[in-house]
T-cell receptor, first 114, second 105 residues
Framework: NAGVTQTPKFQVLKTGQSMTLQCAQD?????MSWYRQDPGMGLRLIHY???????DQGEVPNGYNVSRSTTEDFPLRLLSAAPSQTSVYFC?????????????FGQGTRLTVV | GIQVEQSPPDLILQEGANSTLRCNFS?????LQWFHQNPWGQLINLFY???GTKQNGRLSATTVATERYSLLYISSSQTTDSGVYFC???????FGKGTHLIIQP
């Protein structure tokens, strides 16, 4: 089992560029989510999905889009990157939703927008 | 939204010492988890503990849901325990700002 896999691990973007952060899990988990972590802060929820075809916004959704076409994959899209989106991004999954079981996190993607 | 406060923000201990980390939350929750973020940034789930007490080796946790707090105990600290400890609660996991723990040899 690979668990939760995020790619890439590092990325530098220019302001205005677009990109997709990939997240895949091989544990057949229904619930997946994206967080960002800024220096000295805890993680903040961007978007989440309770199953294929269902997504919803978290605390800080502006500037990000998500989709969930399969159980395994939950990509995060930045349509027009801004310096304020410089952060470390974490993807997480759990079997039945965040209320019932523990969450498993990927290794993170460190994104710099210049 | 729900507020999560962790204390202390920073803690420096010698190897072998014991420590208690606290997490206070502002509303009733039926989900509380403790995570360890190691110096390489990896987040590891330590406990899923919405109420009661759990133990895993040198680590244990207690959540008193009615009083809206949780405690993480680390006994006989090792240098590998260094990192940031996060408490996260609720649906979608609202995180505290963490306790930065440094264990010195």
């Amino acid at each position: 089992n690979a668990g939760v896999t995020q790619t890439p691990k590092f990325q530098v973007l220019k302001t205005g560029q677009s990109m997709t952060l990939q997240c895949a899990q091989d544990m057949n988990h229904e619930y997946m989510s994206w967080y960002r972590q800024d220096p000295g802060m805890g993680l903040r929820l961007i978007h989440y999905s309770v199953g294929a075809g269902i997504t919803d916004q978290g605390e800080v959704p502006n500037g990000y889009n998500v989709s969930r076409s399969t159980t395994e994959d939950f990509p995060l899209r930045l349509l027009s990157a801004a310096p304020s989106q410089t952060s470390v991004y974490f993807c997480a999954s759990s079997p039945q939703g965040p209320l019932n079981t523990e969450a498993f996190f990927g290794q993170g993607t460190r994104l710099t927008v210049v | 939204g729900i507020q999560v406060e962790q204390s202390p923000p920073d803690l420096i201990l010698q190897e072998g010492a014991n420590s208690t980390l606290r997490c206070n939350f502002s509303d009733s929750v039926n989900n509380l988890q403790w995570f360890h973020q190691n110096p390489w940034g990896q987040l590891i789930n330590l406990f899923y503990i919405p109420s009661g007490t759990k133990q895993n080796g040198r680590l244990s946790a207690t959540t008193v849901a009615t009083e809206r707090y949780s405690l993480l105990y680390i006994s006989s600290s090792q240098t590998t325990d260094s990192g940031v400890y996060f408490c996260a609660v609720g649906y979608g996991l609202t995180f505290g700002k963490g306790t930065h723990l440094i264990i010195q040899p």
